[in-house]
């Protein structure tokens, strides 16, 4: 079973930065297509960026150029720097792992962004 742990939310002004990780605890990571998703109040949750393990990185739209999601395959770890960050970027972001068609979730962290 495969967990998921992420870290770095918290509280930024608009314009600010903020940086999230996520711990993979299990084995053959470089296999996972690693990503963020978030869901914001009385939303549905959407996909942030994904990133494969030899693969290019997928964002979407809204954060194209703001975000950049990168990967250690040898620590087993992903990450998400979030710069630009903007009041409808509050939500809590979620750490996602897929192989083989299971897909693990992360419990998530609360990104708040307010002036």
């Known amino acids: 079973q495969v967990q998921l742990v992420e870290s770095g939310g918290g509280l930024v002004q608009p314009g600010g930065s903020l940086r999230l990780s996520c711990a993979h605890s299990?084995?053959?990571?470089?296999?996972?297509?690693m990503g963020w998703y978030r869901q914001a109040p009385g939303k549905q949750r959407e996909l942030v960026a994904t990133?494969?393990?030899?693969?290019?990185?997928n964002y979407a739209d809204s954060v194209k150029g703001r975000f950049t999601i990168a990967r250690d395959n040898a620590k087993k770890t992903v990450s998400l720097q979030m710069n630009s960050l903007k009041l409808e970027d509050t939500a809590v972001y979620y750490c996602?792992?897929?192989?083989?068609?299971?897909?693990?979730w992360g419990q998530g962290t609360q990104v708040t962004v307010s002036s």
């Open positions: 996602y792992a897929k192989e083989a068609g299971v897909e693990y």
């Open positions: 299990g084995s053959i990571f470089n296999l996972y297509v």
């Open positions: 990133l494969p393990g030899g693969g290019r990185a």
